[in-house]
């Protein structure tokens, strides 16, 4: 089913609302906030952005819109009030290839055109002119390329694993319930139970039905909070959908990907893990296996795919269901078209054991693409992450103190490549204005926001994203206190190798510069 904002079906497996139940003060705030992110947000009013995750998926994209509405009543009888805006986390252009969202959206009467995607505003300029509040939903982290806006994160309501550091401040609520919303909703229960009508509920509902998976215990998701909350919008409000034909329907939506190019297909859900040489692509892709291996030219496409995005690798995590039970299947692919990252990486997958992904190789057309079956399904890309992440920490520190076949590097890397290993490489590749760069996980870069905002957990993963042409952070020098070296570094090794690249001269090396 090919949907967009402008097309209504003659008959929908959901329930749309009628104008009566839909509820005017949500269609103001977005009309509203969509008018003032036009204009530029003149004056000296204060602007309260509502910034969800750039998944941008269903929970990302319903929490942003609920928190949104549920701040604009509570501060819209108090004076010299903040205008309230949820503003979506990627841009415009990519906001098509997400099918469930699309249906949620439509049939609770929202449309796309009355939404602020982040393409379409300049939070850095609202900041910059001391206008700027940000509440996270979905997240908890602000990638680095955006730690200038720090100062201005005012609270945060998340359900992913706790990466920040807590304040006064910044009220944080992290509990790893399987739905945002669910938290979102809990806010509102709790200070604001009257704004809660048809169409904020159908909202909320939607997504915590699929989270949740439709509440079956077999999936491992659904906690006793998230349960809690679905029964009660099923009970306050008698008119939702059915539970399980609302499940279906937008799950549906969700693994539609007919016309859809490989580069989309990838696109749609992807982060990227980098380290000092290696970039690597994990996306999440609603398909079998078989039919993900059946596409045209799929091999080709891979490559095209890497050279493009400028990637090393892709692993694509495969996801479907069991037609017999609402039990998800996982199925896994490792592309490289060096075969050494592919080994590389599927090893590192096949021997983990936090978590076990229980890793069973299947037979493959493809010599550069290795594929599994994934006995895990609990495993997810959430879970996966920090594991390469951990490699490729472990491939840049073979890199600094030793070729691939453990001897010294001196022979195979200059001045230049040992000192960049400890710089940030984010930004490596070159981009135009105009291009959106996926989310990147960085062990570097956490580094350096460690430093920056004292957060304890190096082992912590940090969520990246790109997409403007921002100056990276200023690199570390490897030979300071305090650097991801510490406890492992043999600084007179280092200079005496320096002294052999560089022709012998040491004061070549300074200590402090």
């Known amino acids: 089913m090919s949907l967009s904002s402008d097309q209504q079906s003659a008959e929908s497996p959901l329930i749309c609302l009628t ?67 949820p503003v979506l986390n990627i841009p415009r ?29 300049d939070l850095a300029r609202l900041h910059g002119n001391r206008r700027l509040a940000l509440t996270l939903v979905d997240h908890n982290v602000l990638p680095s390329t955006d730690s200038i806006l720090e100062g201005a994160v005012v609270e945060v309501i998340d359900h992913h694993h706790l990466e920040r550091t807590t304040s006064f401040t910044c009220p944080v609520t992290v509990e790893m319930v399987a739905s945002c919303t669910t938290l979102v909703m809990e806010r509102i229960l709790s200070r604001a139970p009257e704004i809660l009508d048809q169409q904020l509920a159908l909202l909320l509902y939607g997504v915590m039905v699929v989270d949740c998976v439709n509440l079956s215990p077999v999936a491992g998701k659904v906690t006793d909070k998230d349960s809690q909350m679905v029964r009660l919008l099923q009970m306050q409000f008698p008119d939702l959908p059915q539970r399980d034909a609302l ?19 990838l696109l749609n859900n ?13 996306s999440i892709i609603y398909m079998t296996l078989d039919l993900f291996l059946q596409r045209k030219d799929l091999q080709q496409e891979l490559c095209s795919f890497c050279q493009s995005h400028c990637l090393d690798a892709i692993v694509a995590m495969m996801i479907s269901f069991n037609s017999q039970s609402d039990e998800s299947v996982r199925q896994l692919a490792v592309y490289s078209s060096n075969p050494l990252y592919g080994q590389e990486i599927s090893h590192t997958l096949l021997k983990s054991l936090s978590p076990a992904l229980c890793l069973l190789p299947v037979s493959s057309p493809y010599k550069d693409i290795l594929t599994y079956q994934q006995g895990n399904s609990l495993a997810s890309r959430r879970k996966v992450l920090p594991v390469l992440t951990h490699f490729l920490s472990e491939w840049w520190q073979r890199e600094v103190h030793c070729g691939a076949d453990g001897e010294e590097l001196e022979d195979q890397l200059d001045q230049s490549d040992v000192m960049i290993s400890d710089t940030f490489l984010v930004n490596k590749e070159s981009t135009s204005d ?80």
């Not at 499940?247 to 297909?265: C, N, P, V, Y």
């Not at 992807?270 to 994990?282: D, F, H, I, P």
């Not at 997409?467 to 490897?478: A, F, Q, T, V």
């Open 270 to 282: 992807m982060k990227t893990v980098a380290g000092s040489s290696l970039r690597v692509a994990v």
């Open 247 to 265: 499940h279906t329907a937008l799950q549906t939506a969700k693994f539609d990907l007919s016309g859809f190019t490989t580069e989309q297909i």
């Open 434 to 513: 105009s291009d959106w760069l996926p989310h990147i996980y960085t062990a570097c870069s956490h580094h350096w926001r460690r430093l920056q905002l004292g957060a304890e957990d190096y082992g912590n993963v940090e969520e990246d994203y790109g997409g403007r042409k921002m100056p990276p952070p200023p690199p570390m020098n490897s030979l300071v206190d305090g650097c991801p070296l510490d406890g492992g570094f043999n600084q007179e090794a280092l200079l005496e190798k320096f002294n052999r690249m560089g022709g012998g001269e040491e004061e070549h090396v300074g200590r402090g510069n």
């Open 19 to 85: 104008d009566a139940q839909k509820d005017d003060d949500m269609d103001a705030l977005l009309v509203s906030s969509k008018a003032a992110a036009q204009n530029g947000f003149h004056g000296n009013q204060r602007v309260h952005i509502v910034l969800g995750s750039t998944s941008c998926d269903l929970d990302s994209v319903a929490s942003s819109l609920a928190m949104a509405y549920f701040l604009s009543r509570m501060s819209s009888s108090l004076p010299g009030c903040s205008l309230v805006l």
């Open 93 to 121: 252009s990519q906001f098509h290839l997400r099918a469930d969202v699309l249906l949620l959206l439509r049939e609770a009467g929202i449309t796309t055109e009355t939404l602020v995607f982040r393409d379409e505003i």
